[in-house]
């Protein structure tokens, strides 16, 4: 082999190895942009099930507290209709007798 074949050999593999280079550079820089998008994607679709997750969260909470809230105000309902009950059986009796009293009182002054 000559020298102008070593060169030339030389020169080819210089070329060759230039473009492995380059050919490896752009399958790395794909390789990098693909797990970028799927990295993306990844982190979107956390966000989305995140939030689902959070709305539901409240919706929940929210559904409790208005159904704590009838409770509530089911249970103000019947205290106030149990003190009107007892007050429509007590307050008669009670006021006869303090009519009574006052007409005895009453009674008692005139006489004297």
């Known amino acids: 082999m000559n020298l102008s074949e070593v060169l ?3 020169l080819a593999a210089e070329d060759e190895a230039a ?7 752009r399958k790395a820089a794909d390789i990098l942009r693909e797990n970028r998008e799927k990295f993306a994607a990844d982190q979107e679709a956390r966000l989305t099930a995140a939030r689902a997750q959070a709305k539901a969260i409240v919706e ?9 809230a009838a409770q509530i105000a089911d249970m ?7 003190m009107k009950d007892q007050f429509g059986e007590k307050a008669p009796p009670a006021v ?3 009519a009574e009293e006052i007409a005895e009182r009453y009674g008692k002054k005139g006489g004297a």
């Not at 473009?19 to 550079?25: L, Y």
């Not at 929940?60 to 704590?68: G, I, M, P, Q, Y």
């Not at 103000?76 to 149990?82: F, I, Y």
């Open 60 to 68: 929940s909470a929210r559904h409790s507290a208005e159904l704590e």
């Open 19 to 25: 473009d492995s280079v380059e050919d490896a550079r």
């Open 96 to 98: 006869s007798k303090f």
């Open 8 to 10: 030339t050999a030389l």
């Open 76 to 82: 103000g309902m019947r205290g106030r209709q149990k």
